[in-house]
């Protein structure tokens, strides 16, 4: 079983810069299909950065050229570096296994066990 512990969170400024951290245990980052989500209270929890082993990768359209994930296989941890950010980009993150990824949507899998999470908190 993957388990992920989400790190990196933060205030910052409308126009700064943030890296979230994901550490995985119970699988490798460069044999697993990864991506981030996010979620607002009131609102569905939405893909905001996938990619596969083979780094084919799906970005949220408000956040491309913005946001870059990636990963470091010895640290056995996926990233998301997130520059120019805005006060819509607050909301809590959270990093899970990608059951479907395609250049349109990426989607976790069914009953998904998620992580606590790393609050982004933006202002304007």
């Known amino acids: 079983q993957v388990h992920v512990a989400e790190s990196g969170g933060g205030l910052v400024q409308a126009g700064g810069s943030l890296r979230l951290s994901c550490s995985v245990s119970?699988?490798?980052?460069?044999?697993?299909?990864l991506g981030w989500f996010r979620q607002v209270p009131g609102k569905e929890r939405e893909a905001v950065a996938c990619?596969?082993?083979?780094?084919?990768?799906y970005y949220l359209n408000s956040v491309k050229g913005r946001f870059t994930i990636s990963r470091d296989n010895a640290e056995n941890t996926l990233y998301l570096q997130m520059d120019r950010l805005e006060p819509d980009d607050t909301a809590m993150y959270y990093c899970?296994?990608?059951?479907?990824?395609?250049?349109?949507?990426?989607?976790?899998?069914?009953?998904?066990?998620w992580g606590q999470g790393t609050q982004v908190t933006v202002s304007s």
């Open positions: 899970a296994q990608v059951a479907t990824l395609t250049t349109f949507f990426c989607l976790p899998p069914d009953h998904n066990s």
């Open positions: 119970g699988a490798r980052v460069d044999r697993t299909t």
């Open positions: 990619a596969n082993i083979q780094d084919f990768t």
